[in-house]
């Protein structure tokens, strides 16, 4: 029995999903434990392609129980309209449990997003505009409705009345558009009613998943540095994204928890707003957009592109206790001349390598670069360290001593076999 944590170590986009889909070949349950439908997932299977927002990645196989956390707040008509995709497609989501204690988002939620983000203007912090945030202020200001509500149709048809009806009064002072109640009410009433043969105490099947021996696989959205808490605020997301946010958000204890895998791109993404010292613009900007492909699966929008920051990645081993590292899409790297890793900063002319404790410092940091050659060679092919080439072991080599963890899955490609295994332990923890 074991308990994994995948959870991202930049700014989300690392390719959690891929690693996810890998491990639960020989996971029984995945939990995504905090987020919403701004999480955008993708696993490539052949020619095949599956974007998941809401739905955790081992759906994909029958053996899995997929779990939606008491961490997740819950936007039931883009759940639906997941579930309706994945099952045309042949991919059944009987199996898929959401938790009672799930807060849920509304209409009301989506138009606080749009005014804040609108009055902000310059200083807008890049939300997607999904409702995330006012969600999870309401059920911080206990005035959210949770999952298990829908049980009893009667009750959620006025508690979302009572609530509209308030939130619709201050969405008019706020200057947005009018809400239609009644109409809100009627629509999220059917949904309500689907939704109930998904509703389970996910708690209780999640210790009695490993009491049972079973292995579990937590799940975040997101990333370390887009983390309430612990990222550069206020351009971050409205939950826990990091390894403590497993535990609050499935309700298993930190002391369950035996794996911790943080991921990381062999370069660095992050979208929208915010500090960003490996930020590389121009040719080499442009080209690692291109290659990889770097526009969000959610929203579209194109990615801010840099070289891998291993003072990010020493930060993110610290505050999630990582036990480990996967390094995905290191094929991206494969006709650049030379490769940079950061491995720690200048301020005020002064080398640090910690991490700043303030984002307004760590837009001001110089990166101070290794700078290493490239391999000039396709990676996607390789299977084994062996089939490496030199310059490219010498690269992950740096990343894994400047982070001072183990790396066990190298990503050399986008589909979900293009990998291979860096150390003599498996991807699976010994159980391969």
Not at 407 to 413: F, S
Request: hydrophobic share 40%; proline share 4%.
């Amino acid at each position: 029995m074991s308990v994994t944590v995948v959870v991202g170590a930049q700014w989300g986009d690392e390719g959690k999903a891929k690693v996810i889909d890998l491990l639960a070949r020989e996971t029984s349950v995945v939990a995504r434990y905090q987020g919403g439908h701004n999480a955008g997932h993708t696993v490539v299977v052949g020619t095949e392609k599956y974007a998941l927002q809401l739905i955790p990645s081992g759906v994909l196989y029958d053996h899995v129980t997929p779990v939606i956390g008491n961490g997740v707040v819950v936007d039931m008509p883009t759940l639906f309209a997941e579930i309706d995709r994945l099952e045309s497609r042949g991919i059944s989501c009987a199996k898929l449990k959401v938790s009672s204690q799930a807060h849920l988002i509304f209409p009301w939620h989506q138009s606080f997003d749009a005014i804040s983000e609108g009055n902000l203007g310059e200083n807008k912090i890049g939300t997607t505009l999904k409702g995330i945030g006012p969600a999870y202020a309401d059920k911080a200001r206990r005035v959210g409705i949770r999952v298990g509500a829908c049980v009893d149709l009667i009750s959620f048809a006025e508690q979302v009345r009572q609530r509209a009806l308030i939130e619709n009064d201050e969405v008019i002072h706020a200057g947005g558009e009018r809400l239609d109640v009644e109409a809100i009410v009627e629509q999220f009433v059917v949904f309500a009613k689907r939704l109930q043969p998904y509703i389970a105490d996910t708690i209780g099947l999640l210790h009695d998943a490993v009491e049972d021996g079973q292995d579990v696989l937590l799940e975040g959205a997101q990333a370390t540095f887009l983390d309430l808490d612990h990222g550069t605020y206020p351009f971050v997301t409205s939950s826990n994204p990091t390894a403590g946010g497993a535990s609050v958000g499935s309700g298993l204890g930190p002391r369950l928890l035996d794996r911790i895998i943080g991921i990381t791109k062999a370069y660095t993404t992050r979208v929208g707003s915010g500090p960003f010292p490996t930020e590389t613009l121009g040719e080499i900007g442009e080209k690692l957009v291109d290659i990889g492909r770097e526009f969000g699966t959610v929203t579209g929008r194109r990615r801010r592109t840099g070289w891998v920051d291993c003072v990010m990645l020493r930060h993110a081993v610290r505050v999630n206790s990582l036990t480990e590292l996967a390094l995905t899409k290191l094929d991206v790297l494969d006709t650049f001349d030379e490769v940079k890793v950061c491995t720690g900063y200048r301020i005020d002319g002064e080398l640090v390598h910690g991490y700043p404790d303030r984002s307004e410092v760590l837009a001001q940091v110089i990166p101070d670069y290794v700078t290493l050659p490239g391999w000039k060679t396709e990676l996607r092919s390789c299977r084994s360290v062996d089939d490496l080439p030199a310059e490219a072991k010498a690269f992950i080599t740096v990343v894994e001593q400047q982070s001072g963890v183990p790396i066990h899955i190298i990503g050399v490609g986008p589909e979900r076999d293009d990998v291979l295994d860096w150390t003599p332990a498996s991807i699976f923890g010994g159980k391969s």
